[in-house]
Protein backbone atom coordinates (compact mmCIF):
# COMPACT_ATOMS: atom_id res chain seq x y z
CA UNK A 1 0.00 0.00 0.00
CA UNK A 2 2.46 2.14 1.39
CA UNK A 3 4.90 1.67 -1.76
CA UNK A 4 2.17 2.68 -3.94
CA UNK A 5 1.40 5.90 -2.36
CA UNK A 6 5.44 6.54 -2.61
CA UNK A 7 5.53 5.71 -6.14
CA UNK A 8 2.28 7.91 -6.77
CA UNK A 9 3.44 10.72 -4.98
CA UNK A 10 6.98 10.60 -6.29
CA UNK A 11 6.38 10.23 -10.05
CA UNK A 12 3.13 11.78 -10.91
CA UNK A 13 3.17 14.49 -7.53
CA UNK A 14 6.46 16.01 -7.89
CA UNK A 15 6.24 16.03 -12.12
CA UNK A 16 3.18 17.74 -12.07
CA UNK A 17 3.92 20.70 -9.67
CA UNK A 18 7.54 21.26 -12.17
CA UNK A 19 5.56 20.93 -15.09
CA UNK A 20 7.80 23.60 -16.77
CA UNK A 21 11.10 21.31 -16.22
CA UNK A 22 12.97 20.35 -19.96
CA UNK A 23 14.74 17.26 -20.02
CA UNK A 24 16.96 15.77 -22.94
CA UNK A 25 17.68 11.94 -22.67
CA UNK A 26 19.62 9.60 -24.82
CA UNK A 27 18.78 6.13 -25.04
CA UNK A 28 21.20 3.34 -26.45
CA UNK A 29 20.46 -0.45 -26.96
CA UNK A 30 22.87 -2.97 -27.93
CA UNK A 31 21.48 -6.54 -28.09
CA UNK A 32 22.39 -10.23 -29.25
CA UNK A 33 20.49 -13.10 -29.85
CA UNK A 34 17.19 -11.36 -30.83
CA UNK A 35 16.22 -12.59 -34.47
CA UNK A 36 15.21 -9.46 -37.00
CA UNK A 37 15.80 -6.99 -34.51
CA UNK A 38 18.89 -4.63 -35.00
CA UNK A 39 21.85 -5.02 -32.70
CA UNK A 40 22.27 -1.76 -31.90
CA UNK A 41 20.15 0.97 -31.95
CA UNK A 42 19.66 5.09 -30.65
CA UNK A 43 17.02 7.43 -30.19
CA UNK A 44 17.10 11.31 -28.83
CA UNK A 45 14.29 12.51 -26.99
CA UNK A 46 13.55 15.86 -25.66
CA UNK A 47 10.63 16.48 -22.88
CA UNK A 48 9.85 12.47 -23.63
CA UNK A 49 9.93 13.09 -27.51
CA UNK A 50 11.94 11.00 -29.75
CA UNK A 51 13.43 13.86 -32.28
CA UNK A 52 17.05 11.67 -33.60
CA UNK A 53 16.82 7.72 -34.47
CA UNK A 54 19.54 5.45 -35.90
CA UNK A 55 19.98 1.50 -35.58
CA UNK A 56 22.72 -0.95 -37.44
CA UNK A 57 20.35 -1.73 -40.23
CA UNK A 58 19.54 1.61 -41.79
CA UNK A 59 23.22 3.29 -40.72
CA UNK A 60 21.87 6.53 -40.64
CA UNK A 61 20.68 8.85 -37.73
CA UNK A 62 17.67 10.47 -38.69
CA UNK A 63 15.06 12.89 -37.87
CA UNK A 64 11.96 11.85 -35.24
CA UNK A 65 10.42 15.59 -35.74
CA UNK A 66 9.69 17.89 -38.73
CA UNK A 67 10.72 20.59 -36.42
CA UNK A 68 13.89 18.86 -35.77
CA UNK A 69 14.25 18.18 -39.31
CA UNK A 70 13.86 21.86 -40.67
CA UNK A 71 15.90 23.59 -37.71
CA UNK A 72 19.64 21.77 -38.49
CA UNK A 73 22.14 21.52 -40.83
CA UNK A 74 23.08 19.04 -42.78
CA UNK A 75 26.48 18.05 -41.14
CA UNK A 76 24.60 17.83 -38.05
CA UNK A 77 22.98 14.56 -39.37
CA UNK A 78 26.00 13.07 -40.76
CA UNK A 79 28.28 13.90 -37.21
CA UNK A 80 25.95 12.26 -35.43
CA UNK A 81 25.90 9.20 -37.77
CA UNK A 82 29.42 8.96 -37.57
CA UNK A 83 29.00 9.15 -33.54
CA UNK A 84 26.14 6.48 -33.86
CA UNK A 85 28.69 4.33 -35.73
CA UNK A 86 31.68 4.59 -34.06
CA UNK A 87 29.62 3.65 -30.66
CA UNK A 88 28.49 0.98 -31.81
CA UNK A 89 31.17 -1.88 -31.55
CA UNK A 90 31.62 -0.40 -28.42
CA UNK A 91 28.23 -2.28 -27.04
CA UNK A 92 29.01 -5.18 -28.97
CA UNK A 93 32.06 -6.27 -27.24
CA UNK A 94 30.23 -4.74 -23.54
CA UNK A 95 28.07 -7.06 -24.23
CA UNK A 96 30.81 -9.74 -24.40
CA UNK A 97 32.51 -8.77 -21.71
CA UNK A 98 29.21 -8.68 -19.36
CA UNK A 99 28.23 -12.76 -20.60
CA UNK A 100 32.11 -13.47 -19.63
CA UNK A 101 31.55 -11.50 -16.09
CA UNK A 102 28.20 -13.15 -15.66
CA UNK A 103 29.37 -16.78 -16.84
CA UNK A 104 27.30 -16.59 -19.56
CA UNK A 105 27.39 -17.81 -22.86
CA UNK A 106 24.37 -18.09 -25.39
CA UNK A 107 20.65 -16.63 -25.20
CA UNK A 108 19.38 -12.96 -25.55
CA UNK A 109 21.38 -9.98 -24.19
CA UNK A 110 21.01 -6.24 -23.73
CA UNK A 111 23.21 -3.32 -22.72
CA UNK A 112 21.96 0.18 -22.46
CA UNK A 113 23.15 3.10 -21.62
CA UNK A 114 20.39 6.13 -20.46
CA UNK A 115 22.18 9.55 -20.22
CA UNK A 116 20.83 13.11 -20.31
CA UNK A 117 19.92 16.53 -18.50
CA UNK A 118 17.03 18.66 -17.66
CA UNK A 119 16.63 22.29 -17.01
CA UNK A 120 13.99 23.90 -15.25
CA UNK A 121 13.51 27.27 -17.53
CA UNK A 122 12.23 29.44 -14.29
CA UNK A 123 14.30 28.66 -11.91
CA UNK A 124 17.83 27.59 -14.10
CA UNK A 125 18.06 24.34 -11.58
CA UNK A 126 19.56 21.79 -13.52
CA UNK A 127 20.37 17.83 -13.46
CA UNK A 128 21.92 14.75 -15.00
CA UNK A 129 21.96 11.62 -15.20
CA UNK A 130 24.68 8.82 -16.81
CA UNK A 131 23.64 4.79 -15.86
CA UNK A 132 24.16 1.78 -17.69
CA UNK A 133 22.14 -1.42 -17.32
CA UNK A 134 22.37 -5.15 -18.51
CA UNK A 135 19.88 -7.88 -19.10
CA UNK A 136 16.92 -4.68 -17.59
CA UNK A 137 18.96 -4.50 -14.17
CA UNK A 138 21.26 -1.74 -13.13
CA UNK A 139 25.41 -2.37 -13.84
CA UNK A 140 26.95 0.87 -13.35
CA UNK A 141 25.80 4.58 -12.48
CA UNK A 142 27.28 7.95 -12.16
CA UNK A 143 27.25 9.73 -8.52
CA UNK A 144 26.96 13.33 -9.33
CA UNK A 145 27.53 14.37 -6.35
CA UNK A 146 30.24 12.71 -6.19
CA UNK A 147 31.73 12.19 -9.75
CA UNK A 148 32.45 8.81 -8.75
CA UNK A 149 30.67 5.19 -10.55
CA UNK A 150 28.51 3.00 -7.98
CA UNK A 151 28.26 -0.23 -9.42
CA UNK A 152 25.34 -2.10 -7.75
CA UNK A 153 26.56 -5.58 -8.92
CA UNK A 154 30.07 -7.17 -8.32
CA UNK A 155 30.26 -7.99 -12.15
CA UNK A 156 30.79 -4.42 -12.40
CA UNK A 157 33.55 -3.63 -9.94
CA UNK A 158 36.49 -3.71 -12.39
CA UNK A 159 34.34 -1.31 -14.64
CA UNK A 160 33.95 0.95 -11.88
CA UNK A 161 37.58 0.84 -10.81
CA UNK A 162 39.30 1.78 -13.78
CA UNK A 163 36.05 4.79 -14.94
CA UNK A 164 37.12 6.17 -11.71
CA UNK A 165 40.77 6.04 -11.57
CA UNK A 166 40.56 8.46 -15.20
CA UNK A 167 39.88 11.74 -13.23
CA UNK A 168 40.97 13.59 -16.50
CA UNK A 169 37.31 11.75 -18.57
CA UNK A 170 35.30 12.68 -15.73
CA UNK A 171 36.01 16.26 -15.69
CA UNK A 172 35.17 16.27 -19.28
CA UNK A 173 32.20 14.33 -18.54
CA UNK A 174 31.24 16.98 -15.68
CA UNK A 175 31.87 19.49 -18.60
CA UNK A 176 29.52 17.82 -20.94
CA UNK A 177 26.43 17.47 -18.41
CA UNK A 178 26.75 20.67 -16.81
CA UNK A 179 27.34 23.05 -20.14
CA UNK A 180 27.06 21.06 -23.52
CA UNK A 181 23.98 18.66 -22.74
CA UNK A 182 22.31 21.64 -21.29
CA UNK A 183 23.15 23.91 -24.35
CA UNK A 184 21.92 21.57 -26.51
CA UNK A 185 18.56 21.09 -24.51
CA UNK A 186 17.93 24.77 -24.59
CA UNK A 187 18.83 24.62 -28.67
CA UNK A 188 16.72 22.16 -29.03
CA UNK A 189 13.92 23.42 -26.88
CA UNK A 190 14.02 26.89 -29.19
CA UNK A 191 13.97 24.90 -32.16
CA UNK A 192 10.63 22.56 -31.43
CA UNK A 193 8.88 25.43 -28.95
CA UNK A 194 5.81 25.33 -30.78
CA UNK A 195 5.35 21.57 -30.37
CA UNK A 196 7.07 21.08 -27.60
CA UNK A 197 4.91 23.87 -25.50
CA UNK A 198 1.52 22.83 -26.63
CA UNK A 199 -0.91 21.38 -24.86
CA UNK A 200 -3.49 18.67 -25.73
CA UNK A 201 -6.38 17.19 -23.19
CA UNK A 202 -6.52 13.90 -22.59
CA UNK A 203 -9.56 11.64 -23.19
CA UNK A 204 -10.73 9.78 -20.27
CA UNK A 205 -12.75 6.35 -19.93
CA UNK A 206 -13.45 3.56 -17.77
CA UNK A 207 -12.66 0.17 -18.65
CA UNK A 208 -13.51 -3.17 -17.36
CA UNK A 209 -12.63 -6.63 -18.41
CA UNK A 210 -15.78 -8.30 -16.15
CA UNK A 211 -17.71 -7.34 -12.99
CA UNK A 212 -14.75 -8.99 -11.33
CA UNK A 213 -11.78 -7.34 -12.27
CA UNK A 214 -10.18 -4.38 -11.45
CA UNK A 215 -11.57 -0.83 -12.98
CA UNK A 216 -8.84 0.79 -15.38
CA UNK A 217 -8.95 4.39 -15.51
CA UNK A 218 -7.33 5.08 -18.90
CA UNK A 219 -5.84 9.33 -20.03
CA UNK A 220 -4.47 9.08 -23.50
CA UNK A 221 -3.90 11.58 -26.39
CA UNK A 222 -2.43 14.14 -23.90
CA UNK A 223 0.15 16.45 -24.28
CA UNK A 224 2.98 17.50 -22.47
CA UNK A 225 3.40 13.85 -20.40
CA UNK A 226 2.91 15.38 -16.50
CA UNK A 227 0.00 14.36 -15.48
CA UNK A 228 -1.80 13.31 -12.56
CA UNK A 229 -4.49 10.52 -12.62
CA UNK A 230 -5.99 9.36 -8.93
CA UNK A 231 -8.82 7.68 -7.74
CA UNK A 232 -11.38 9.04 -5.07
CA UNK A 233 -13.76 7.46 -2.81
CA UNK A 234 -16.52 9.71 -1.54
CA UNK A 235 -14.67 12.96 -2.50
CA UNK A 236 -11.45 11.96 -0.47
CA UNK A 237 -8.22 10.73 -2.29
CA UNK A 238 -7.14 7.17 -2.38
CA UNK A 239 -3.57 5.80 -1.07
CA UNK A 240 -4.86 2.03 -1.60
CA UNK A 241 -6.29 -0.81 -3.85
CA UNK A 242 -4.63 1.43 -6.21
CA UNK A 243 -2.31 0.82 -9.47
CA UNK A 244 -0.68 3.88 -11.21
CA UNK A 245 1.13 2.15 -14.43
CA UNK A 246 4.01 4.32 -16.16
CA UNK A 247 3.04 7.41 -18.61
CA UNK A 248 3.74 5.68 -21.92
CA UNK A 249 4.34 7.03 -25.44
CA UNK A 250 1.23 6.96 -28.19
CA UNK A 251 2.79 6.74 -31.62
CA UNK A 252 1.59 10.62 -32.26
CA UNK A 253 3.27 12.27 -29.88
CA UNK A 254 0.93 12.12 -27.12
CA UNK A 255 0.84 10.23 -23.89
CA UNK A 256 -1.53 7.67 -22.34
CA UNK A 257 -1.40 6.36 -18.63
CA UNK A 258 -3.90 3.96 -16.81
CA UNK A 259 -4.45 3.55 -13.11
CA UNK A 260 -6.32 0.56 -11.86
CA UNK A 261 -8.62 0.23 -8.51
CA UNK A 262 -9.12 -3.08 -7.11
CA UNK A 263 -13.03 -2.76 -5.45
CA UNK A 264 -15.54 -5.11 -4.35
CA UNK A 265 -19.27 -4.91 -6.14
CA UNK A 266 -20.79 -4.59 -2.68
CA UNK A 267 -18.84 -1.52 -1.70
CA UNK A 268 -19.17 0.41 -5.37
CA UNK A 269 -22.83 0.16 -4.12
CA UNK A 270 -22.09 1.74 -1.07
CA UNK A 271 -19.81 4.75 -2.01
CA UNK A 272 -19.19 7.20 -4.43
CA UNK A 273 -15.74 6.34 -6.47
CA UNK A 274 -14.73 8.68 -9.20
CA UNK A 275 -11.34 9.09 -11.14
CA UNK A 276 -9.85 12.48 -11.42
CA UNK A 277 -7.55 14.06 -13.62
CA UNK A 278 -5.17 16.74 -13.27
CA UNK A 279 -3.53 18.12 -16.37
CA UNK A 280 -1.87 21.65 -17.87
CA UNK A 281 -4.43 21.84 -20.66
CA UNK A 282 -7.50 21.27 -18.36
CA UNK A 283 -8.78 24.78 -16.98
CA UNK A 284 -11.50 22.12 -14.85
CA UNK A 285 -10.30 18.65 -13.36
CA UNK A 286 -11.94 15.90 -15.19
CA UNK A 287 -13.76 13.80 -12.79
CA UNK A 288 -15.72 10.54 -14.08
CA UNK A 289 -17.79 8.99 -11.70
CA UNK A 290 -17.69 4.90 -11.61
CA UNK A 291 -21.15 4.22 -12.97
CA UNK A 292 -22.01 1.32 -15.05
CA UNK A 293 -23.07 3.88 -17.82
CA UNK A 294 -19.36 5.15 -17.99
CA UNK A 295 -17.64 1.98 -18.04
CA UNK A 296 -16.54 -0.03 -21.34
CA UNK A 297 -15.87 -3.37 -21.73
CA UNK A 298 -13.34 -5.20 -23.81
CA UNK A 299 -16.75 -7.05 -25.81
CA UNK A 300 -16.63 -5.80 -29.34
CA UNK A 301 -12.95 -6.09 -29.37
CA UNK A 302 -12.21 -3.00 -27.45
CA UNK A 303 -8.71 -2.83 -28.13
CA UNK A 304 -6.37 -3.06 -24.60
CA UNK A 305 -3.53 -2.23 -25.20
CA UNK A 306 -1.01 0.70 -26.27
CA UNK A 307 -0.91 2.38 -29.19
CA UNK A 308 1.37 0.87 -31.28
CA UNK A 309 4.62 2.89 -32.14
CA UNK A 310 5.19 3.69 -35.67
CA UNK A 311 8.82 2.76 -35.99
CA UNK A 312 9.57 -0.96 -34.56
CA UNK A 313 12.79 -0.58 -33.69
CA UNK A 314 11.59 2.72 -31.49
CA UNK A 315 8.88 0.55 -30.25
CA UNK A 316 11.19 -2.42 -29.20
CA UNK A 317 14.02 0.38 -27.85
CA UNK A 318 11.16 2.18 -25.49
CA UNK A 319 10.27 -1.66 -24.55
CA UNK A 320 13.72 -2.51 -23.19
CA UNK A 321 13.79 0.40 -21.58
CA UNK A 322 10.51 0.57 -19.38
CA UNK A 323 11.73 -3.26 -18.68
CA UNK A 324 15.01 -1.54 -17.49
CA UNK A 325 13.12 1.38 -15.45
CA UNK A 326 10.35 -0.98 -13.89
CA UNK A 327 13.19 -3.38 -12.79
CA UNK A 328 15.17 -0.42 -11.09
CA UNK A 329 11.91 0.64 -9.28
CA UNK A 330 10.40 -2.19 -8.08
Known amino acids: MWNNLLFVLILFGIDFILAITHSLQYVYSGSSGIPNLPE ?44 SMDTEPVFKTNIEVAKQRFNQTGGIHTVQQMYGCDWDDETGATGAFHQYGYDGSDFIA ?17 TKEKWNSDRAELENIKSYFTQGCI ?5 YVSY ?74 EDRKMN ?33 GIS ?13 ERLWIKNRTG
Open 142 to 158: LDFRTMTYVAPVMQAIP
Open 192 to 265: GKSTLERTVHPEVSLLQKDPSSPVTCRATGFFPKEIMVTWQKDGMDMYYDVEVGETLPNGDGTFQITSKLTVKP
Open 183 to 187: GWLKK
Open 40 to 83: FMTVGLVDGEPITYYDSNIRREVPRQEWMAKAVDPDYWNRNTQV
Open 308 to 320: IIASVGLMILFAI
Open 272 to 304: SYSCVVQHKSLQDDIAVLLEEKNIRTNQGGLPW
